[in-house]
Every structure is written in structure tokens, then in C-alpha cells.
């Protein structure tokens, strides 16, 4: 039996170009054939034209031992993936009569006029193994041709993941002729760069083979992804385990969750092993910081609450920041988000007060250039910290940098 490992997954359809959905089918059709063993080398897109259509299945037959075709499957003139095919192959088209009876079913019990090019959606080619859809109506196919294996499937996610589950990988299972997953971990890290993580772990990384050490440069700091491949889940683990161990040594300090753990989730289960409240003073962030923190299920145990303090006489009415006090040093400064800090833990009874004020551009203000950022910790105990960033790009990236660093900041301080 040919042992197939090396598939691509090609979506048809103009609007993932246009960006008008995202196209989260190729995600988590990766993640799913990663799980049997079988590695994705391509992602490829294409729009609801006859001729790319075409011209990208022969590239992905060309280079790909097993080919997901997801989209284009439906009833109108721009559902062109079985046409495509059609004219690379010559595979003839049959309308599937059980197909046909579950579509005409359907309408009958809506109790609406089925329009004919409806039947199109019943159409599949000859010798293919056929699915039912079973949240839907267009049938999903699994075609074998020049030794390849072709497998087609609605666009609409829940449709393509039940088939995906339910027929295509117990069959792929059986084309790869053995049994392998592909496990992956993401070790996540604060308060250290890509390049410094890539020196810390150059010799790993080098020497890479199974598992693999891929450091990833994201949003909220930097990712290293462990990807091991092994016949058996315990032995994928085991190799996982072993990188996870070389790994820490050299970069641990940094290292604050796993996976899908994001920065203000490890603060919170840091706030809450602790026993501890938080309450902010949000100028330059608007809100952003208690809103990343109030999204996360039970944040009511460690988060009293927010003053969103934009404007000068909010800070002195609300937040009791003293006129005198910014007269001198202005409302960005060190000054004053140390007293934000202070003046919203006791007004807000909370445990640790945190505060944001700055200049997110794009103008300076305050004499203070665009990107200007301070941001002050106070604790119950009278321990107090400010820190001043000055961060690049627009106004946007400035307050959603300023919200990361301010839960690094927290992160350090409690961990």
C-alpha cells in the first residue's frame, strides 16, 4: 500500500480573498491531519474562476500526495470546484439519486419551491466515494486519481468538520497504511525578544530533528512551538516532554503558560493562587486593560473593577490625583501614574491598583513625543513601581502595547 503523508489544502471561493470571512477551515483542517500523521505542506487559495480553479488543483495534484478541497460546492454559477476538476481529469459527472432525495426532502419539508439549479449540489463524480452531509446538503467525495487521493468538501465549517470526522480521516488512516500522530505544544514566554530567545536556544535549534523548536514572534510575546512525531501518543509526549525540559533551562524565567494560555489569563490565575483584588486607572488605554482581564470567566474574584480616567478633571475628581501635583509634572508622567496607581487601589478597595497614562499619538502631548507610556503598580503594602516605554507605530498598536506590557509588568511582579 502507498503510504501517503504530504497533503495541501486548497478553499475556493472569492470572498477569502476579498478577506470577507477568514479562512478558518484550513486551521483546523491542519490540526486534524497533524493528529493522524500526516504533515500539511500547503495552504493554497484560489476564487471562483473556472481556469485558477483548474490551474491550482493540477499545482496541488502536482505536488501533494493527498489534496483537501474545501468550497465550491454548492448550488450557483461560481460553485466551480467539480467543473474544475472535471476539465483536469475528464472524470465524468453523475447526479447521486440518495444525494438528490435528501435535497428534494428538505425543501418538501420547508415547504418551499426547490429552484433548479439546486440539483447541481447532488452532482458528484463517477467511482467517487460519496458522503452524506448530514448538516447540510451538498454532498462531500473522496476520489482516488493518478495515485492521488482527492477529497472534497463543503466550504461551511460545521459541515466540513462533521464529514471530515465522521469519513475522511478513518479513510485517510487507512490510506497512509499506519498509524502516526503529529503532537504540538506551544510554550509561551514575556519580557524577552525573538533574537535573544533564538541565541539562548541556537544549539537546540540547530540540532533540531524530532521533536522540532520553532521560536514564533506573536502579538502578545514570543511562542515556541515542540512538534514531535511518533507512532503512539505516550511516545509523542515523552519526546515533547524531554525539548519542553532543554527548553526551560536555558529560557524558564520567562516562561509564563502553554498552548492557547494568554498573559492577563496567567496574571489572573496569579491574582487568584494569591488571594489578591486588582483595580485600574486607564487614561491612555480607555478601558482596553480591564476589558482583556473582565473577558475571562470567574475575573470577578480578582478584578474590583476600573475608572477610566481620560481627562484631566477625572483624574482630580475621581481618581484624587492633586491639581499641584499635575501643574508640575503633567499628566503624563512618573508623578502622576504613580498617584493614578495608589488613588485607584484605595478607592477601588482592591488588593493592587495598576495605572496607564501616556501619549498615544499621533501628536506629542505634554511636550511628551507619541508613544510615551507610564505605567505605575501599587500594592497594599505601600510597594510601589513605575515604568516608562516608549513604544513605535500607530496610535492603536501604542495603547494595545501599553495593555501587554502592563500585564508583563504584573506577571513579573507576582510570579
Known amino acids: 500500500m502507498m503510504k501517503q503523508e504530504n497533503a495541501e489544502i486548497v478553499a475556493v471561493g472569492t470572498e477569502l480573498l476579498l478577506g470577507q470571512i477568514p479562512n478558518t477551515n484550513a486551521q483546523w483542517l491542519s490540526k486534524a491531519m497533524a493528529s493522524i500523521g500526516i504533515n500539511v505542506r500547503h495552504h493554497s487559495v484560489v476564487g471562483d474562476n473556472l481556469r485558477r480553479v483548474e490551474e491550482q488543483f493540477r499545482i496541488a495534484g502536482e505536488r501533494a500526495d493527498i489534496i483537501i478541497v474545501t468550497g465550491g460546492l454548492g448550488p450557483t454559477e461560481d460553485d466551480l470546484t467539480r467543473e474544475a476538476f472535471q476539465q483536469l481529469t475528464g472524470i465524468p459527472i453523475i447526479e447521486h439519486k440518495s444525494s438528490m432525495e435528501k435535497i428534494e426532502a428538505y425543501f418538501a419539508e420547508k415547504q418551499e419551491t426547490m429552484t433548479s439549479n439546486n440539483r447541481k449540489q447532488a452532482r458528484v463524480f463517477t467511482g467517487a466515494d460519496v458522503m452524506t452531509n448530514n448538516t447540510g446538503m451538498a ?26 470526522t465522521d469519513r475522511v480521516i478513518p479513510r485517510l488512516q487507512q490510506v497512509i497504511g499506519r498509524d502516526t500522530v503529529i503532537k504540538s505544544t506551544m510554550l509561551r514566554f514575556t519580557g524577552i525578544g525573538e533574537s535573544k530567545v533564538e541565541d539562548k536556544l541556537l544549539d537546540l535549534i540547530q540540532q533540531q ?103 484631566t478633571q477625572v483624574k482630580e475628581q475621581v481618581l484624587n490625583v492633586s491639581s499641584e501635583l499635575i501643574r508640575q509634572h503633567g499628566t503624563i508622567s512618573e508623578a502622576c501614574a504613580s498617584s493614578m496607581a495608589e488613588n485607584v487601589r484605595s478607592r477601588l478597595d482592591s488588593d493592587i491598583g495598576i495605572s496607564f497614562t501616556g ?16 505605567i505605575g503598580v501599587y500594592d497594599k503594602s505601600g510597594k510601589q513601581t513605575v ?22 509588568l504584573l506577571f513579573n511582579l507576582l510570579k
Open 359 to 374: 501619549a498615544a499619538g499621533p501628536d506629542s502631548s505634554e511636550r511628551q513625543p507619541a508613544g510615551t507610556v507610564f
Open 139 to 164: 454532498p462531500g467525495m473522496i476520489v482516488t486519481h493518478n495515485d492521488k487521493t482527492w477529497v472534497f468538501l463543503p466550504g461551511v465549517p460545521r459541515e466540513m468538520k462533521r464529514m471530515m
Open 387 to 408: 515604568e516608562k516605554y516608549t513604544f513605535q507605530g500607530d496610535r492603536q498598536t501604542v495603547r494595545e502595547r501599553a495593555v501587554l506590557k502592563g500585564y508583563e
Open 209 to 311: 530533528t524530532n521533536p522540532t523548536i520553532a521560536p514564533l514572534a506573536q502579538d502578545q510575546g514570543i511562542a515556541i512551538r515542540l512538534t514531535a512525531k511518533a507512532e503512539f501518543d505516550q511516545e509523542a509526549d515523552r519526546l515533547i516532554k524531554q525539548s519542553r525540559a532543554a527548553v526551560m533551562e536555558r529560557v524558564g524565567e520567562f516562561f509564563h503558560g502553554t498552548d492557547d494560555q494568554t498573559l492577563e489569563e496567567s496574571v489572573y490565575s496569579l491574582l487568584k493562587q494569591q488571594g489578591y483584588t486588582l483595580g485600574a486607572a486607564e487614561s491612555l488605554t480607555g478601558g482596553m486593560f480591564t476589558e482583556r482581564l473582565t473577558a475571562i470567566p470567574g475575573a470577578s474574584d480578582v478584578c474590583t473593577g476600573a475608572i477610566v480616567c481620560y481627562g
